[in-house]
C-alpha cells in the first residue's frame, strides 16, 4: 500500500487529498510552522520536535443560513445542486454525505434489530 507511506492520506480519495493539502498550506502560512511533509514523523523520530502548527477556524452556523447579497441562503444553494442535471440519468445528484445521512437516519428510526440469542449475550457482557 504505497499511498500509506505518504504524508497525506485523506477521507473523500483526491478531492479530500487536495482540500487537506490546500489547508496545511493555508494555515501553515498563516500560523508560521512546517507544512506538508516537513512535520516530523512521530513514529520514526519520537524525540525529535514536530515543529507543527495549528489553525482553528470558528464558523457561525446561523450566519451561513442568513440571506447573503444575492438574496440566496444556503438551503437554497443547496438545491440549486441537487436539481441539476445528473451525469447519470439513472442516479440523481447527491450532496457529499447524502447517501450516509439518509442511512443514519433511517437507522435511528428503525432501530437496531438483534436476535435473541445475541441480546442474551450482550446483556450477559454488559452485566445486566
Known sequence: ???????????????????????????????GGVILGKVADQHKGPSRQQDLSLMFLLVDPKALEEVNSSGETIADALKQIENNEPADPAAAVRLPNARAVSQIRKSERAGLRLSAPLLAQLEKLAGA
Open 1 to 31: 500500500m504505497a499511498a500509506l507511506s505518504g504524508i497525506l492520506q485523506a477521507i473523500g480519495g483526491a478531492k479530500g487529498a487536495n482540500l487537506s493539502m490546500c489547508l496545511d498550506l493555508f494555515q501553515g502560512r498563516l500560523s
